[in-house]
């Protein structure tokens, strides 16, 4: 398989083959939360006035997202698994809208097949790339605020290439590392309330989920996700 490795929204669009957009720190993380809380799908968008939107014409469903890692005002949740323990999404569609992570999922535009990556749900992204008829494989790293890389994110596309050789690096040898860079500081910052501790552990549980989300239904800045069972 023919594996190319991207950064940021710009060089999604680029993007063929099977395509991974991933956002550890916390897009896809907290999507894979939300599914598995009972959500019915999420509907990924771009803008923020787009959110607004759809929330006017959909009042029960509910609104997930941030700028600057702070969650938006007026909407129920921020971007944050924490923040989401214990929240009942039964049968809901949430809107989520981030800084990065929804940036590069709807870039990714010319991808024929897109699913979003995190270390939370890895093994079920490896296997399901494993199935895949696809012989290209882009895995696009969301970066920070889609304005630079981010540390997490290629650790997170390095492992997936990896194992996919069934060479994976040691998971806790990649803990370690995030766990003292600058990616990771405003975790472990008491000043930063909307990026508790609690969500850099939540966002490094590897494999705690055992499905995949896959892109559809694109539409102008907006695109919906849905949870796929991988055996």
Known sequence: ???????????????????VVIDVFRAFSVACH???????????VREVERAWQLKREHPDHILIGERHAKKLPGFEYGNSPTELQGADL????VIQTTHAGTQSLLAAHKAPEVITGSFVNAGAIIRYIRKSPFNELSLVCAGFRDEGEALEDTLCAHYIRDSLAGQPRPFDEIV?????????AR???????ASPESDFWLCLRLDRFSFVIRRTAIQAG????EKVAVD
């Open 1 to 19: 398989m023919d594996i190319g490795i991207l950064h940021g929204s710009e060089e999604a669009q680029s993007a063929s083959g099977l395509t």
């Open 34 to 44: 939300i599914l598995s809380q009972g959500a019915e799908r999420i509907i990924a």
């Open 90 to 93: 039964s049968g809901k569609t």
């Open 176 to 184: 370690e590392q995030l766990r003292l860079s600058g990616s990771a």
């Open 187 to 193: 975790f472990f910052d008491p000043r930063e309330d």
């Open 222 to 225: 907006s695109c919906v996700l």
